[in-house]
């Protein structure tokens, strides 16, 4: 079973900052690898994919980088609305995710 | 538009059975595999399921294999999760999803599961 551990677990930023996610795989998931948002009631929402991929209707402050066993999730310059839990999953075995981090405002 | 609509949530208790349901619209279901993930009070995302387009091929976590069964019916577009012997740790929200290229492209709202006596 492939593990993710997301960092940090929470962070607290204002809006128009910079926000860097990191996710970790327990081994390598070459470059299948996904972001997802959720927003407190609501669904997750798929970001990115296969790394660095931005979904359909996803803003361009969004990005994705890495590969191997580390990854990380950019948002170049936080908007209101992006206070949310963001989670990485891997598609490489079974479907996991990381616990999530917390992005909320300072 | 992709439109998922989960049913048949509630209280159930420790033991008992629920069927779960995913109304499909907005895309060729058939040619789609789907799955359920879910999510405990305050936790973070499980995968629990998933069944390829036709149906021929289902997997489940470990967690639930052997209590649990994914089925679908293409001609109703529809997501089935039969859940069996039930227990208070399968408490959740439990999220219908389409999956392109492996990952989760769109969810329904989710249906809440409660297992208590």
């Known amino acids: 079973e492939i593990v993710l551990t997301q960092s940090p677990a929470t962070l607290s930023l204002s809006p128009g900052e910079r926000a860097t996610l990191s996710c970790r795989a327990s081994?390598?998931?070459?470059?299948?690898l996904a972001w997802y948002q959720q927003k407190p009631g609501q669904a997750p929402r798929l970001l990115i994919y296969?790394?660095?991929n931005r979904a359909t209707g996803i803003p361009a402050r969004f990005s994705g980088s890495g590969s191997g066993t580390d990854f990380t999730l950019t948002i170049s310059s936080l908007e209101p609305e992006d206070f949310a839990v963001y989670y990485c999953?891997?598609?490489?075995?079974?479907?996991?995710f990381g616990g999530g981090t917390k992005v909320e405002i300072k | 538009e992709v439109q998922l609509l989960e049913s048949g949530g509630g209280l159930v208790q420790p033991g008992g059975s629920l069927r779960l349901s995913c109304a499909a619209s907005?895309?060729?279901?058939?040619?789609?595999?789907m799955s359920w993930v879910r999510q405990a009070p305050g936790k973070g995302l499980e995968w629990v399921s998933t069944?390829?387009?036709?149906?021929?091929?289902?997997y489940h976590a470990d967690s639930v294999k052997g209590r649990f069964t994914i089925s679908r019916d293409n001609s109703k577009n529809t997501l089935y999760l039969q859940m069996n012997s039930l227990r208070a740790e399968d408490t959740a929200v439990y999220y219908c999803?389409?999956?392109?290229?492996?990952?989760?492209?769109?969810w329904g709202q989710g249906t809440l599961v409660t297992v208590s006596s």
């Open positions: 999803a389409k999956r392109a290229l492996y990952y989760f492209d769109h």
């Open positions: 907005g895309f060729t279901f058939s040619t789609y595999d």
């Open positions: 069944i390829s387009g036709s149906g021929d091929r289902t």
């Open positions: 081994q390598s998931v070459s470059s299948y």
């Open positions: 296969d790394a660095s």
């Open positions: 999953q891997q598609r490489t075995n079974w479907p996991s």
